[in-house]
T-cell receptor, first 111, second 111 residues
């Protein structure tokens, strides 16, 4: 059974710092991996989608990598800003409409 | 922009009540999903639907049922609400299993 783990559960950093969020999954047979952002009391917004054949994706200050063989993905946020404060969730698509989500990393960027 | 709306942001119900949560999407998506989100557990799939009147169980369907009579509307029903169903409920719609657009969520409290 696929399991997705995100470490750390919470993170507090000063503004301007570069940071890395980690996601691990137990079964490498995935179709793709996605990173989402969730603001308090709101739904999820997709940030980056990495297909199983890809190694990384970039969008602005965000870079996500995927290493299927080791069951790991990282989300790199450059020059963090207070507006980046949110919960970041990692999710893997295992096919058959089954997307498995991690519990998320709650990020707080201090001004 | 894709818009997914949920009937209520906050809901308080009593144990044993029948509860309806409604979700409407405006993008003619074939697939719709209901998740619940609990602290430390991430999102867990309750049910999904890939067409009108079609539904499939997710990982935690017990105590829930769904209805999809029209393409744009997907309802989650708690036949007899219990306190362990207190949670955040998120609806999503999409074309494939990974392209999911989320609603703002309904925070349900069962007392």
């Amino acid at each position: 059974k696929q399991e997705v783990t995100q470490i750390p559960a919470a993170l507090s950093v000063p503004e301007g710092e570069n940071l890395v969020l980690n996601c691990s999954f137990t079964d490498s047979a995935i179709y793709n991996l996605q990173w989402f952002r969730q603001d308090p009391g709101k739904g999820l917004t997709s940030l980056l989608l990495i297909q199983s054949s890809q190694r990384e994706q970039t969008s602005g200050r965000l870079n996500a990598s995927l290493d299927k063989s080791s069951g790991r993905s990282t989300l790199y946020i450059a020059a963090s800003q207070p507006g980046d404060s949110a919960t970041y969730l990692c999710a893997v698509d295992t096919g058959g409409f089954k997307t498995i989500f991690g519990a998320g990393t709650r990020l707080f960027v201090k001004a | 922009d894709v818009k997914v709306t949920q009937s209520s942001r906050y809901l308080v119900k009593r144990t044993g009540e029948k509860v309806f949560l409604e979700c409407v999407q405006d993008m003619d998506h074939e697939n719709m999903f209901w998740y619940r989100q609990d602290p430390g557990l991430g999102l867990r799939l309750i049910y999904f639907s890939y067409d009108v009147k079609m539904k499939e169980k997710g990982d935690i369907p017990e105590g829930y049922s769904v209805s999809r009579e029209k393409k744009e509307r997907f309802s989650l029903i708690l036949e007899s609400a219990s306190t362990n169903q207190t949670s955040m409920y998120l609806c999503a719609s999409g074309v494939g299993s990974y392209e999911q657009y989320f609603g703002p969520g309904t925070r349900l409290t069962v007392t």
